[in-house]
């Protein structure tokens, strides 16, 4: 199991630009791809970037896409969202997330259950 805890979120006017940071523990950060989802109040959680374990390959929602950034540094055990031109319907709590097996990249990476670890969020409020 690994322990992920978020941080970075707060209050941004629209247009203005947040980084979150996830920092991992308990395993081999750099054997698994990560992930950030974000959940809205009365909504479900849903996908916003994933990352793979060498950092090579990234893959974003439609609603985030040139936007935002996924990055990692496997030597800090920590994975990044850049935030930038942000919208007031970005905001959420955005939770990072690691994948259930090492060197595991699906084909579309966008689905929960392929993601076994949670933080336990950041709140992301975009004010219009």
């Known amino acids: 199991q690994v322990q992920l805890v978020e941080s970075g979120g707060g209050l941004v006017q629209a247009g203005g630009s947040l980084r979150l940071s996830c920092a991992a523990s308990g395993r081999t950060f750099s054997s698994y791809t990560m992930g950030w989802f974000r959940q809205a109040p009365g909504k479900e959680r849903e996908f916003v970037a994933t990352?793979?374990?060498?950092?090579?390959?990234?893959y974003y929602a439609d609603s985030v896409k040139g936007r935002f950034t996924i990055s990692r540094d496997n030597a800090k055990n920590t994975v990044y969202l850049q935030m930038n031109s942000l919208k007031p319907e970005d905001t959420a709590v955005y939770y990072c997330?690691?994948?259930?097996?090492?060197?595991?990249?699906?084909?579309?990476?966008?689905?929960?259950?392929?993601?076994?670890?949670w933080g336990q969020g950041t709140q992301v409020t975009v004010s219009s």
């Open positions: 990352i793979s374990w060498s950092g090579d390959n990234t």
């Open positions: 997330a690691a994948a259930v097996t090492p060197y595991m990249w699906a084909t579309v990476p966008e689905s929960k259950a392929d993601f076994g670890s």
